[in-house]
């Protein structure tokens, strides 16, 4: 690995699987189709939320937290994943959760987010996009009064310690399929510290012919690229790793995220089908969903490199998929 690279906690089941996935590849008249099966790094755990918190987490024991404080939406994998390692470790897991229902069905990821023992809050659109900062350092600050010590991280754990998890992922990436083979890889882009990490660390590694390629799943291009611009920047900062802005160049593909966050629409829910149906893999709504159908439109569309192997990043969420039954309309019985 990298000479900068901070301490970590090994949590994650990895090196993950790299798949072929030949009827799609076919059918797209492709030769190959691969996927980087990061939904594998561990059931409870499972997505790409944890190859982040192995870093993060590190972090927090080194300075003796024995309670952590994060946030995100209320089927968010980056909170179940806390919540499942917080139990391992013995931590005390806070989570804020936004929700516009003050009684959201317990499924998905929020039924084990219960069944993990976090203490969980539900917060207002409002009160969580506006109040926000006020609401952690309040929660900070109540779990500091009951004598303990809290160690707060923020959604998707996107800081420069976590955007470690996919540096290193890269490292594991370079193992399976070589830094000299062109390949364009594609990932759903939701706080960004996942594609930041693959930046960075196809600049570290040297992986001079490959591109990384997100996929926004709730905000515009313009607003990402700026986050990522400040994400690596930071990185870069606060490691000190010799790059220049030039070496982490920044590619997103627009038109795939519907009418917003975690809401599906039926071009994504057939690609969710169609992966089911022709090669056993499941994807979810929220992300990977949104993100795969836009590689497929990407590679239909005929804009690819002829060159490139596509690589999909599979980041997880299937406890959201099940959290989504109602999207499906599934016979009682099939003749
Ligand atoms: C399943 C899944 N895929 C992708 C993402 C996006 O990753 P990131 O937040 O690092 O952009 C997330 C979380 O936001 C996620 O839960």
């Known amino acids: 690995m ?10 994650a089941q990895i090196p993950t699987p790299l798949v072929e996935l030949p009827k799609l590849a076919k059918q797209f008249g492709i030769e190959r189709l691969l996927m980087k099966r990061d939904d594998l790094t561990g059931l409870e755990t499972s997505g790409n939320k944890i190859r982040k918190l192995e870093y993060v987490l590190a972090d927090a024991m080194a300075r003796g937290a024995d309670t952590v404080v994060t946030h995100g939406g209320f089927q968010s994998n980056h909170c179940r994943a806390t919540a499942a390692i917080g139990a391992r470790l013995g931590l005390r897991v806070r989570l804020l959760l936004r929700s516009a229902d003050a009684d959201p069905p317990k499924v998905g990821n929020l039924l084990l987010d219960h069944l993990f023992g976090a203490h969980v809050t539900l917060h207002d659109p409002d009160e969580y996009s506006h109040r926000r900062e006020a609401l952690i350092e309040r929660t900070m600050q109540t779990e500091r009064a009951a004598g303990r010590t809290p160690y707060f991280f923020p959604v998707g754990a996107s800081v420069p310690l976590g955007c470690w998890g996919y ?18 890889l594609y990932c759903a882009t939701g706080s960004a510290g996942t594609q930041a990490g693959l930046i960075l660390g196809k600049a570290l590694f040297r992986c001079d012919r490959w591109r990384v390629i997100g996929v926004p799943i709730c905000d515009s291009v313009a607003y990402f690229d700026a986050a990522l611009r400040q994400l690596i920047a930071e990185t870069v900062a606060a490691f000190s790793l010799d790059l220049a802005e ?7 593909i627009d038109g795939f995220i519907g009418e917003g966050y975690a809401i599906p629409y039926s071009e994504e829910l057939e690609t969710i089908r169609q992966l089911a149906r022709m090669e056993g893999i499941l994807l979810d709504p929220t992300y990977t969903g949104k993100a795969f159908t836009g590689m497929l439109a990407t590679i239909r569309s005929n804009i690819i490199r002829k060159s490139a192997t596509p690589v999909f990043l599979h980041t997880g969420g299937v406890f959201g998929l099940l959290a989504r039954a109602d999207l499906f309309s599934v016979p009682s019985s099939t003749p």
């Open 2 to 11: 990298h000479p900068s690279e901070p301490d970590r906690l090994t949590l």
């Open 246 to 252: 030039a070496d982490t160049p920044i590619e997103l």
């Open 167 to 184: 540096i290193r992922a890269v490292a594991e990436l370079v193992e399976q399929v070589g830094r000299e083979t062109p390949i364009d």
